[in-house]
């Protein structure tokens, strides 16, 4: 059998507010084509499937259409499990109406740690897969509360809980396999940070437990599984160099740190006591772009789309020595008729913290910047950001303009 994993789909997120519906209803209607193509019998979402836990009406509609095309395909189940993006009450509210669809949602933890394990049955009525799956556990769900803990002893006892509540629900299925007349596959789901994995700044990825040190180590991931679909970290990896435990990753870039990464879906094939396991590469359904550099760098970037007729979103970077002047103006013509659309522009010489020092060298205090006036302080300031001595001259001159100007406008 052939099982398709994916996760992170964060359907209704924006970036820098400019909306990207366009680019989930590409990917979910690509996502359905695969599925037939590939003859895909249980598609695995490991969760983070609304960026917010109010998704939008577009958001929401795009999810349930996808629902109900996969329904009427070849995919005979498609399971789903919370993430720490989603509202583990908004994903359980329909489940009982899905579950006619063969769709089963598992929005956040139950009680009967049995409910977390799916029986999955054939066209005719036998089994053959077994899921265990895990939603995203929140601190209530795996940890009690005692007077005097460090937050050492909360984060020992988070991680034990975690480890604990996965291997009872793998142990569950393990049972239930044994009594089958023919074992099937076990397969786990789950969405959680586990130890060693890596992120890309930018990312969007929120650290899951108090302090971010409850990553959680491959070791709670029982030796009896056959795959282990995972969800929460962006990047496409292994756990621990295993074959059998990935991360598939978001299809779409959800920042600019992700925008030359290759994004994919995990296949996966069972064949009798072998897994087979096969990444799938989703394509671009927009053009994310990332420019740094000087004011030389930006503008042959800018060129080289132009020449391309180029239609991606842009952010700029600007890195060089030289104060650029108006930065925004600069970007904003060398863009000029094309279909460019430069979403950020970020100053990193004035993003960065400077110290400003008097002319022996010594660092100045609070107190002594307090008493400066504010053409000194600025003086100082173009000093620290080694300004060259012409461009001071000039910038004074507008700093100077937009003082008189405010005083005016008081």
């Not at 904003?332 to 960065?352: C, M």
Request: charged share 25%; aromatic share 8%.
């Amino acid at each position: 059998m052939r099982i398709l994993h994916t996760s992170d789909w964060h359907i209704g997120c924006t970036l820098y507010g400019n909306k990207r519906i366009a680019e989930f209803k590409s990917f979910l209607y690509w996502l359905s084509d695969l599925i037939e193509d590939q003859e895909i019998d249980v598609l695995l979402v490991a969760g983070d499937i609304f960026h917010t836990t109010t998704p939008g009406n577009k958001a929401q509609k795009l999810y349930y259409q996808f629902l109900n095309r996969v329904a009427a395909g070849c995919c005979r189940h498609v399971v789903i499990i919370g993430g720490n993006h989603d509202s583990p009450s908004f994903l359980n509210a329909p489940k009982e109406l899905l579950f006619f669809l063969n769709v089963h949602v598992i929005g956040s933890a139950m009680t009967d740690l049995a409910d977390e394990v799916l029986v999955l049955k054939d066209n005719h009525g036998k089994e053959e897969l077994i899921v265990s799956a895990v939603p995203y556990l929140r601190d209530r769900d795996v940890r009690s509360v005692e007077p005097g803990e460090t937050v050492q002893d909360k984060n020992t006892k988070l991680i034990h809980g975690i480890s604990d509540h996965y291997q009872q629900v793998c142990q569950i299925a393990q049972e239930i396999n044994k009594k089958l007349e023919k074992p099937v596959p076990l397969v786990a789901l789950g969405h959680l940070f586990t130890a060693g994995g890596k992120v890309i700044e930018g990312d969007g990825v929120r650290d899951l437990y108090i302090g971010s040190l409850a990553r959680i180590s491959a070791d709670i991931f029982p030796g009896f599984l056959d795959y282990v679909a995972l969800g929460h970290l962006h990047v496409p990896q292994k756990v621990a160099g295993s074959d059998i435990i990935r991360y598939s990753g978001s299809p779409l870039p959800i920042g600019f740190g992700e925008a030359s990464q290759e994004k994919t879906v995990i296949r996966v094939e069972f064949f009798d006591t072998k897994t087979k396991v096969q990444p799938i590469t989703i394509p671009k359904f927009n053009d994310l772009k990332s420019i740094k550099g000087n004011l030389e760098k930006i503008k042959e970037e800018i060129a080289t789309l132009k020449q391309k007729s180029s239609k991606s979103w842009v952010e700029v970077i600007y890195t060089g020595k030289d104060a650029p002047g108006n930065l925004r103006d600069t970007v904003d013509q060398a863009v000029k008729g094309t279909e460019i659309k430069v979403l950020r522009i970020k100053n990193e010489r004035i993003s960065t913290m400077i110290t400003l020092k008097n002319a022996d060298g010594g660092v100045l205090s609070a107190a002594d910047i307090d008493e400066m006036d504010e053409f000194e302080t600025f003086t100082k300031c173009m000093n620290a950001n080694a300004i060259p001595d012409k461009q001071q001259s000039e910038l004074m001159e507008i700093f100077k303009q937009i003082v008189r100007d405010m005083g005016e406008e008081s």
